[in-house]
Structures are given as C-alpha cells and as structure tokens.
C-alpha cells in the first residue's frame, strides 16, 4: 500500500548512526521540529529488561530488544502511548535479524517504515567520543573534543551559564577507548545489511546526511528530511 510523506504522516522512521555521530541529540532536535516522538531503544531496555548490559559495547540479544520495544509501543498503562505514532526510533533496527524480526512479528502500522542514516566518518566519531563529559557538580553534558578534519568541524560544547571546573567533569563508563573502538566496529558491521535492506526498497526508504558542522546544519537536516518525507512515497 502506499502511502505519501506528508510531514511525518504515518510513516515511522528510524535513525541510524554511529556511537559519536550525535544521533541522539540530532533525534531529539528533529522530532520537535516534525512534532512527533523520539523513542530510544537503550532507555526502554533499561526500563523492561532487567540487567541488561549497556556499558560493554556488545549487543543485547535481537529478540529481546525487539519483544521489549514492541512491549513498550503496545502497553496500554503507558503515559505517553498518545505520541507514539508516528515515532523517530533511536537505536532499532540495528542488525538484519532485528529487521526481519521486526517485520514478521510487529503490526504494519507500529513497524520503521523509512531509514534516514547519519554519515559520519569514524575518525569523527572516535573523537567526539573520547571528548564526551559529565559534570558531577551540575549534571550536565559538554564535549571537549574541537574536530576540524576537512570539510568536518564541529567544535567543543562547553558550559556557558555555569562555573564548573574541569576537573569535576568525568568520561562516561562506555567511553573508553577500547569499548568506543568495539562500539564502532560492531555498528558499521552491523548497519550496513540494515541500510542496504531499506535502499533496496527504494530511494524514499533511505535518506542520508552527513552533518558536517554538527549542530549548525541541523536547519539543513531539517529541511533534507521535511523535503524528502513531502516529495516521495514509500511501500507501507
């Protein structure tokens, strides 16, 4: 059946990206510019599955995350199931089986229809996240890693209303070199079937960007998605 991109319309969209690429906060940014919402598959681990290992780098077993998510879309006691569709999905699907599982088990309607994938290099990638910190004073988030590798600037996010000192900022458990390096290579083997598999749907399936001075070309992202959700159809 097909089905038109008018703003978000019906169409679920998930967002693919490596660790470091700033997907999460690009998700957040364009699910209030599209008025929808913006679903992350770790939190709703964290929150229907118990021990579940997010700071190794591995992967959680694909039906679990994919029971869990579709638990979570379909729970009735959930206080904000009203915004759930359509829906930005953070995190899923993040390997071909999670795809397949998705499709054979998940209503048409709650499934990822379209792709839009964060192309980032993973030099970028490896220093944003060896750049990452936590203040333990104030709770907050900066980066201090300044990259500027060609056509790729996007300098460090610092805090600007507030006193902290450096040394109370700490490294996040998953960013240490040798699980970011894990991380890394675990998404690029893994996202490429995932990609490969909604381009072979057509070009509405799959968008790709490169945000190339991070988070001043999100008015850009912005309007790659809104134009491309307007001007294409997608098979449902």
């Not at 088990?105 to 060896?130: D, F, N």
């Not at 056509?151 to 070199?177: A, F, G, I, T, Y």
Request: glycine fraction near 8%; charge should be negative; include cysteine.
């Amino acid at each position: 059946m097909a089905a038109v991109f008018k703003n978000l319309g019906t169409t679920n969209l998930c967002l693919v990206g490596p660790p470091g690429s700033g997907k999460g906060s690009y998700g957040r940014l364009l699910a209030k510019s599209l008025g929808c919402k913006l679903i992350t598959a770790s939190d709703v681990l964290r929150q229907k599955v118990e021990h579940v290992d997010m700071a190794s780098g591995g992967l959680v077993d694909d039906r679990v995350v994919s029971d869990a998510l579709l638990e979570f879309l379909t729970d009735g006691s959930n206080k904000d199931q009203k915004y759930h569709f359509p829906y930005i999905l953070d995190g899923f699907p993040r390997t071909l089986k999670q795809v397949r599982l998705m499709e054979d088990t998940w209503p048409l309607h709650l499934q990822v229809h379209a792709a839009v994938s964060l192309e980032v290099p993973k030099k970028v990638c490896r220093s944003k996240l060896e750049g990452r910190r936590l203040c333990m004073k104030c709770g907050g988030n900066y980066n201090i890693s300044d990259v500027n590798h060609g056509e790729w600037v996007l300098p460090q996010s610092l805090p600007e209303d507030c006193d902290c000192k450096q040394e109370e900022w700490v490294s996040r458990e998953d960013d240490h070199p040798d699980v970011i390096d894990k991380r890394l290579e675990l998404h690029y083997q893994m996202a490429m079937p995932v990609l490969d598999h909604y381009n072979k749907k057509g070009g509405a399936s799959l968008l790709r960007f490169a945000p190339y001075k991070g988070y001043d070309d999100m008015p850009r992202f912005e309007q790659s998605v809104k134009g491309w959700l307007e001007n294409n159809e997608t098979e449902q």
